[in-house]
């Protein structure tokens, strides 16, 4: 598949707190970083997402008296998997992992600042109505199909690919450039998804174009 100039690739959440011996550790979660930088010079448009939560997030558990992380509650746009407190703005948890090389990136997307509401996906909050701003910025740049990397597969990184259908961008999920979470059936859940919503899912390998030689 060629890569061409209206084409972008979505880095997502590559954060100490989501790599190993950070506070909500994705398992070989730094194991993206080779897959990102091999497939990045395919494209001459990058964004970063970067969690951003504010002390006290209603989305961590420690916010609940008497939740554990991964429980679920119900709040008022729907269902909540509780998280460990992660990401939290200004921490070191929520840098970017060190090994991350991409300053050719064009925009780094910060979300989940709102207290109230957790936003998964890179185009919408939780609510699956508020947006982030994205969808407007790839409009304006005439981006008309997304390439998604990064953390975690099957919640940020799927999320933020069935959302991009939703609003008619193709998209294409680089699968070793991703590591997953797998909660309690996460990863066939949002397969299962996919297939229904037309999201595809390869390889870096299955890419060409800007900076290749094939």
């Known amino acids: 598949m060629r ?3 209206h084409d972008v690739l979505i880095v997502t959440d590559v954060q100490n707190d989501f790599c190993p011996g950070g506070a909500l550790a994705v398992a070989d979660g730094d194991a993206v970083i080779d897959s990102i930088h091999r497939v990045a010079p395919h494209f001459e448009h990058i964004v970063l997402t970067q969690d951003w939560h504010p002390a006290h997030h209603t989305s961590f558990a420690s916010a609940h008296p008497g939740k554990q992380p991964f429980e679920q509650i119900e709040l008022s746009y729907g269902t909540q998997t509780l998280w460990p407190e992660h990401c939290i703005q200004e921490s070191k948890g929520a840098e970017f992992r060190a090994a991350l090389h991409l300053p050719q990136a064009e925009l780094i997307l910060r979300k989940g600042f709102d207290p ?3 936003s998964y996906s890179a185009f919408f909050e939780n609510d699956r109505i508020t947006p982030t701003g994205l969808s407007g910025y790839l409009h304006e740049r005439k ?7 990064g953390l975690a597969y099957d919640f940020c ?4 690919a ?20 797998n909660l309690n059936g996460s990863i066939a859940r949002m397969e299962a998804n996919f297939a229904k919503a037309g ?16």
């Open 162 to 181: 069935l959302d991009a259908r939703r609003l008619g961008l193709p998209a294409f999920v680089l699968r070793d450039a991703c590591r997953a979470i």
């Open 199 to 214: 999201v595809t899912v390869i390889e870096v390998g299955a890419l060409s174009g800007r900076g290749s030689a094939t």
């Open 116 to 118: 109230q509401i957790d």
């Open 143 to 149: 981006l008309t199909r997304v390439f998604l990397t």
């Open 157 to 160: 990184v799927g999320y933020s």
């Open 3 to 5: 890569i061409d100039e």
